[in-house]
Every structure is written in structure tokens, then in C-alpha cells.
């Protein structure tokens, strides 16, 4: 079988485990351990048992007025919905890096951002941080054949934030789009919507997958300046987001309340499991998102998830070639991060 040559050199992205429902509490891949808002299980419902025989709205028209609404945007026009905000991501690779051209990303940060450039034959451009969790100069530079730069805010696995000032001076000092990645923006106390009206290199990307709790559903969408998001509505599927998908974004953006409180008592959970990590001897990086990064003095991180996936809980171990380990753990109810801490401190004990 005769592939593109590009598939010679690529490895396949590997997402955290995904199980089957009920064996794990599972802290592994940043989902909200909450049930999304009742007017979005009844959105779902209703939509089900609608015109199911007819193609949803190409455009996804309610949910682009609801998230305007929602956000505070002009209109419609500045946002474009997608299969999860990984489809979005997709869609600003294949839009703006060719074959051969560059696309830049933070290291360690989310590993998706080089596949989809493997994918398009195009190169990456790996800028590690600097210590602790800041960009160096370098993540500003332009050069002629970088035509995207990435930059998740707050960071994966770190949950770490560059500030706004900072992004708004890298739109500057850049000569292409600047995609701010805003999956985990809900749980921080800022983000750069307003940065994109007033600069039209900066794009941002969101999901419903994290603070909405529908990560069950795929849907994330680009808030961008309104030529950019018809300049990208032609490379697009027709039906990219289905019509079940639809009603359940579009009733999610009217539950503004719910969250902000779930993301509230998410943020309360996080700071209490960074608490006790600390006081276990974890080195925690402060973070602004809904999962936390520590890293032990004595390592054994690979070992420790291993103790903890055989009591059926899931967290990351996450290995980053010339970096370092540790692990990312995802913020789940009350009783699950007691339950996970309990196991971690025994994991300790019994591995000294
Ligand atoms: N961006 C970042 C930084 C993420 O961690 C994730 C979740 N893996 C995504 C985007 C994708 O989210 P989704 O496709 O579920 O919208």
C-alpha cells in the first residue's frame, strides 16, 4: 500500500485511556466530573427525537448567536463551530501552513499541534520554556516560513498562563496568526477575547469539552475576526458538527451561571489536591486550569500512576523527551480527589 510520504515519519497522537464508563474514577484527560446543566440533557433529548432525517444547519447558526451572546462578540460572524476545538485546530493548520512551511508550539505543551503539521507535511518548531513556565524571546521571533504559532493559554500539562500583556506584544513582534488555545480559559481568572477585536492575528480557539462537561458531545469553536472565519468556512466539511451537537452547544452557552459555578467549585477542589500534593512533597506548579502538574524530588511518577491505575484510577504520566516526567492530574469531585490522594500516599509508601 502506497501512502503520502509524509506518514512515513509520523506516529500516531495518543489520547489518554478512555475506558469503558464506571471501573475508573478517572482524573486523566481534563473532562468535568460534573453532569452538564439540565436545559442541555433536555436540548439533547429534543433534538433526538426531531427531523433526525435532515442534515443539521451547515453553519451552526444558533450556536454561533449564543455564543456571541454569551462572550460579549459583535455577532455571529466572529465565530466558527467545529467538531471539537481539535477540528478547529485542523482547520487553522490546513489553512495557513503548507507543505514545507512552519507552524510553531511551546515545549512540553499539547502534542496535537505536530501531528496535524506531520500531517500536512509541514515542520514544527518546538521553543521549550524557560523556568519557570515563561517564553523566552525566541517564541517571538518571525522568520519567513513560520506561518502559525501556537500558544495553549493556560498551558498543558502545566496550567500555566502567559499574560495578556505578553500576547498581545507576540502578535506584534509576529508576522502570522498568533492561535491562542483557550480549551482550559474558563478556569483562569482572564483571557484574550477582547484581544482578537482589536487584532486580527489573534485567533482563539475553545472547547465545551472541560468547563462545559460535554466532551461526550465534540464541540469546540474559533472566535476570530469575521474574514478570517469565512476565509476558513470554505476548507471546512459541509455537516462538520451534527445536529445533536448543535442543540446542546447552543442550550450550554445560555447556562452562563451553572458555570461559573462549577468552575468555582472546581478551582476550590484544585487548590485543595494542590494543598495536600504539596504537603506529600510534590513540587505543584500553580495552576489556572481544571488539572494539576506535579513532579515528586524522588521521581517514581511512572510508577506511582502504575500503583494508582491498578486501584482503578487514572491520572497522566506524562514523559517529555530532554525535559522531564511527572504527573497531571485532572480535578474530579470531592471524593474522588480524597480517594486519589489516599492511594497516592499509600503508592509513596509503598514505593520508598
Ligand atoms: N487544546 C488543548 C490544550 C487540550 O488539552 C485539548 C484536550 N485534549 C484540546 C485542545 C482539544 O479539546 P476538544 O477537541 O475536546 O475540544
Known amino acids: ?50 427531523p433526525i432525517n435532515r442534515y443539521p444547519d451547515p453553519m451552526a447558526t444558533s450556536f454561533r448567536r449564543a455564543a456571541a451572546d454569551a462572550l460579549g462578540l459583535p455577532g455571529p460572524e466572529w465565530v466558527l463551530a467545529g467538531n471539537g476545538s481539535d477540528e478547529i485546530l485542523t482547520l487553522l493548520v490546513r489553512g495557513f501552513v503548507g507543505e514545507g512551511e512552519s507552524l510553531r508550539l511551546p515545549y512540553p505543551s499539547y502534542i496535537l499541534y505536530r501531528t496535524l503539521a506531520d500531517i500536512q507535511g509541514a515542520n514544527w518548531e518546538q521553543v521549550p520554556f524557560d523556568e519557570p513556565w515563561e517564553l523566552p524571546q525566541a517564541f517571538g521571533q518571525s522568520r519567513d516560513d513560520l506561518k502559525l504559532v501556537l500558544l495553549p493559554n493556560p498551558n498543558s500539562p502545566s496550567g500555566t498562563v502567559v499574560p495578556k500583556q505578553q500576547i498581545s506584544e507576540l502578535a506584534e513582534s509576529l508576522d502570522c496568526p498568533l492561535v491562542v488555545d483557550e480549551a482550559y480559559a474558563d478556569f483562569a481568572e482572564d483571557n484574550c477575547l477582547d484581544l482578537v477585536q482589536s487584532n486580527e492575528r489573534i485567533l482563539v480557539t475553545r472547547t465545551l469539552s472541560k468547563s462545559y462537561g460535554l466532551a461526550g458531545i465534540r464541540f469546540g469553536f474559533l472566535v476570530a475576526q469575521p474574514h478570517i472565519v469565512a476565509e476558513l468556512t470554505k476548507i471546512k466539511d459541509s455537516y462538520n458538527c451534527d445536529a445533536i451537537s448543535i442543540a446542546a452547544a447552543t442550550a450550554a452557552m445560555g447556562c452562563q451561571d451553572w458555570l461559573s459555578d462549577v468552575v468555582e467549585k472546581m478551582n476550590a477542589t484544585r487548590q485543595r489536591m494542590a494543598d495536600r500534593l504539596s504537603a506529600m512533597g510534590f513540587a505543584v506548579t500553580p495552576s489556572h486550569a481544571n488539572f494539576v502538574w506535579c513532579q515528586h524530588p524522588e521521581g517514581k511518577h511512572a510508577e506511582i500512576h502504575q500503583y494508582l491505575k491498578q486501584s482503578q484510577i487514572l491520572i497522566r504520566y506524562m514523559d517529555f523527551p530532554d525535559w522531564g516526567d511527572g504527573l497531571r492530574i485532572s480535578v474530579g469531585t470531592d471524593e474522588q480527589i480524597d480517594a486519589c490522594l489516599l492511594m497516592m500516599e499509600r503508592a509513596m509508601q509503598s514505593l520508598n
Request: proline share 20%; aromatic share 8%; glycine share 6%.
Open 1 to 50: 500500500m502506497q501512502y503520502r510520504p509524509a506518514l512515513n515519519k509520523m506516529k500516531p497522537y495518543v489520547p489518554g485511556e478512555q475506558p469503558p464508563p464506571g471501573k475508573f474514577i478517572k482524573l486523566n484527560t481534563n473532562e468535568n466530573p460534573y453532569p452538564p446543566p439540565a436545559e442541555v440533557v433536555k436540548a439533547i433529548q429534543s433534538a433526538a427525537t426531531g
